[in-house]
């Protein structure tokens, strides 16, 4: 079983900048896919972006060129570092991990951004 612990979450302006965390209780590279997903009050759970283990990313269409998501192998972390945030990215941020058939979940991290 892969635990998977967040952090960097907080308040932030508009516009400001955070960078998430997400330590992994094994080394990610047997990893196949780690990600971030965001969900906001009254929505479902979405996906912001993923990291395969070798390095190809996607993210989705409202935060690309915003946020970038990356790995450490040596510390067994990804991180999403978010830039120019809005309003609307204000969410509960999960990580994410999937190795083979089966998906593990972090526990969340709030983000909060005021306009």
């Known amino acids: 079983q892969v635990q998977l612990v967040e952090s960097g979450g907080g308040l932030v302006q508009a516009g400001g900048s955070l960078r998430l965390s997400c330590e992994a209780s094994?080394?990610?590279?047997?990893?196949?896919?780690m990600g971030w997903y965001r969900q906001a009050p009254g929505n479902q759970r979405e996906l912001v972006a993923t990291i395969g283990r070798f390095g190809t990313t996607n993210y989705s269409g409202s935060v690309k060129g915003r946020f970038t998501i990356s790995s450490d192998a040596t510390k067994n972390t990804v991180y999403l570092q978010m830039n120019s945030l809005m309003p609307e990215d204000t969410a509960v941020y999960y990580c994410?991990?999937?190795?083979?058939?089966?998906?593990?979940w972090g526990q969340g991290t709030q983000v909060t951004v005021s306009s």
């Open positions: 094994e080394r990610i590279f047997y990893i196949n896919v």
């Open positions: 994410n991990a999937v190795r083979g058939a089966y998906n593990y």
